[in-house]
Every structure is written in structure tokens, then in C-alpha cells.
């Protein structure tokens, strides 16, 4: 019995052009960009829940959270996820927060 070699080793469609690669470094980045605003929004709505002193202090971390929410939506949009209901439940965003970003 005799073994073959795959045959997509022999197509040159397979080949990578330069606009491939780039476009693959591209969906990288972006997709790192989405990593670390995610991971922000996330330290930052902990921060907002876990907080207990002043209420002056309490405005500047909510618009903290607030902030990095806003980030984190709009690289979610440029990475092509227009929806926003799945990070909400998921990150357990408040309303307050939500409010104040424009939601219903």
C-alpha cells in the first residue's frame, strides 16, 4: 500500500500574497485591540461594583467604567459585531452605565 501526499501541497493557490498577509495582521490587531478593551471595560465595571466610599468619588469611577465601555463598544463595531446584548449580559454592564452611554 501506498501513501500520497495531500494534494493542497501542490497548488500554488495556496500561497500566501502580500495583501493576505496584511490583511491578516490586520484581523490581529484588531482582534488584540478588542482583547485589551474588553479586559478595561471588565477591570473597570469590577471596580465600579466593588467601590463603597465617598459619592464624589463614586462619579469618577463610574465615568471611568463608563469610558471604557464606550471604548470597548465601538472596537467591538469596528471589529464587525454591531450587537452589544451579548458583552452586556455577559459583563453584567449597569443600567446606569448603559444610561449614560445613550441605551434604552
Same mark, same amino acid.
Given at each position: ?19 493576505? &498577509? !496584511? #490583511?491578516?495582521?490586520? !484581523? ?15 477591570? *473597570? ?10 459619592? #464624589? #468619588? ?5 465615568? *471611568?467604567?463608563?469610558? *471604557? ?12 459585531? /454591531?450587537?452589544? #446584548? ?7 454592564? /449597569?443600567?446606569? &452605565? !448603559?444610561?449614560?452611554?445613550? *441605551?434604552?
Amino acid at each position: 500500500m501506498s501513501l500520497r501526499l495531500p494534494q493542497s501541497l501542490f497548488q500554488t493557490s495556496q500561497l500566501e500574497t502580500g495583501a493576505s &498577509v !496584511l #490583511d491578516g495582521e490586520i !484581523l490581529a490587531e484588531k482582534a488584540a485591540a478588542l482583547g485589551h478593551a474588553g479586559k478595561r471595560a471588565e477591570e *473597570a465595571l469590577l471596580h465600579l461594583r466593588n467601590y463603597s466610599g465617598p459619592k #464624589d #468619588d463614586r462619579a469618577v469611577i463610574l465615568q *471611568a467604567a463608563i469610558d *471604557a465601555v464606550y471604548a470597548y463598544f465601538i472596537q467591538r463595531e469596528l471589529c464587525g459585531f /454591531p450587537n452589544h #446584548d451579548e458583552p452586556i449580559a455577559h459583563y453584567g454592564i /449597569p443600567a446606569e &452605565v !448603559l444610561v449614560r452611554l445613550g *441605551a434604552r
